[in-house]
């Protein structure tokens, strides 16, 4: 699991200067957002040590049918469906909850800009230490550019633009959001796929049989991410998405082996 402050191989080790830093910048639970204990380092360092005790580590969720899995998948939807799967697999942090609401909503719409370098960070590293996979380069889900004027910024390239640097990879902007659409969070689960359909095109700058790792903030239906990856498979791209935190349904979480599955991460 990942730890936070493990310095990355080929990386040197702490100096006296983060250690200050550290000393008069303390870094804050992203939950509480109390301080977090130098000595608590060693749990996690992003949630201070009552925080961690609420999380649940995440895990690979299969975009299709919606099961989870830490090592091999318990379905074989992707070798019975590889042309209805231009979306390979999702990987979240963690399931959607009300603490996990508070960090995206800080983040996507109270400015709060610092959570996406730790979140970033924490995203890949997960990655990396559960072998998700090994992309080539991060891509962000985009926004409308007139959404983006609105909010000032897009809190998925930030998420994206963090990880890229953290998995050592480049993070392109591969995709333009070219039609405005009504909030996903504002219309009905049902009516999302339509809302997003044709709503992204590319760039013009995949190369074919490159790896990507699809980064967003949450995925719920799937429709906005599962809309952009098939742009981006069309191209010939391999694509694995990622996000911070899944909300599931009230279909999937009826499903059987729904919470076997999560007791398994």
Request: glycine share 8%.
């Amino acid at each position: 699991m990942f730890r936070g402050r493990e310095t990355p191989p080929g990386q040197p080790l702490k100096g006296w200067v983060e250690n200050l830093l550290g000393l008069f910048y303390p870094e804050r639970c992203l939950f509480c957002k109390g301080f977090i204990e130098r000595k608590e380092e060693a749990i996690r360092e992003f949630l201070c040590f009552s925080c961690a005790a609420y999380y649940k580590p995440g895990g690979k969720i299969c975009p299709h049918c919606g099961g989870f899995f830490r090592d091999h998948p318990p379905c074989a939807c992707l070798e019975d469906n590889p042309d209805e799967m231009p979306l390979r697999a999702l990987f979240t942090i963690s399931l959607y909850d009300h603490r996990w609401r508070e960090v995206i909503h800080d983040l996507k719409y109270r400015n709060r800009r610092s959570a996406a370098r730790i979140l970033g960070f924490w995203l890949a590293g997960e990655i990396t230490g559960g072998g998700y996979c090994h992309p080539d380069l991060v891509v962000p889900i985009p926004l409308h550019r007139l959404k983006e004027k609105e909010r000032g910024y897009n809190q998925s390239a930030l998420l994206a633009v963090h990880a890229a640097k953290k998995l050592n990879i480049p993070c392109q902007y591969l995709l333009i959001k070219h039609k405005e659409t009504a909030s996903q969070t504002a219309i009905s689960r049902l009516d999302r796929r339509e809302n997003v359909r044709e709503v992204f095109k590319s760039t013009g700058a995949i190369q074919p049989g490159m790896i990507i790792l699809l980064v967003d903030d949450v995925y719920s239906t799937g429709s906005t991410m599962k809309e952009a990856a098939a742009v981006l498979h069309k191209e010939g791209a391999e694509v694995y998405g990622a996000v911070i935190s899944y909300n599931p349904g009230t279909l999937t979480l009826k499903k059987t082996g729904f919470y076997e599955g999560l007791d398994r991460w």
